[in-house]
C-alpha cells in the first residue's frame, strides 16, 4: 500500500505542475488541494465552456474527474474517465488520465487495479 501511495504523490506531483504555467490551472489546482471543490467544478466547467483545444479539453476534464473522485462520487468520476481514456493525447496526457483512474480504484478499494494504473502513469511521465 505504501508503494501505492509513493506513485500516487509522484504523479500527482507531475499532474500538478503540468498546468502551471496557465493562471486558471494554477487556480483551479489550487482550490482542490484547499478542499474548495465545488469552487473548482464551477471554474473548470467555466473554462470546458471556453476551450477548444483537444488537450486542454482532457485535462480539463482529468481534473473535474479528480474533483469528483475526492468528493466521493465515484460513479461520474468514472464514467468522464472512461469518455476520455478512448481519446488521443500526447504520453503526459495519457499520464494524467491514468493517474486519475488509479485514483479511482485506490478509492474503490481495488488496490490491484490502482497500481496497475498507476506502474501506466509513471510509465508515461518517464
Known sequence: MKKI???LILVLVSFYSLGQDNPTY????SLINTSEFGNA???IDRELGNIKVDEQI????SKKAEV?????NLTDAE???NSINSLEKS???QGIVSTNIGYLYLNK????LALQNLEEAQAKFQ
Open 5 to 7: 501511495l509513493c506513485w
Open 68 to 72: 469528483l473522485i475526492s468528493q466521493g
Open 41 to 43: 467544478l464551477l471554474l
Open 58 to 61: 482532457i485535462w480539463l476534464k
Open 91 to 93: 504520453p503526459k496526457l
Open 79 to 81: 464514467t468522464l474517465l
Open 26 to 29: 494554477s487556480k483551479i489546482d
Open 109 to 112: 478499494g481495488r488496490n490491484d
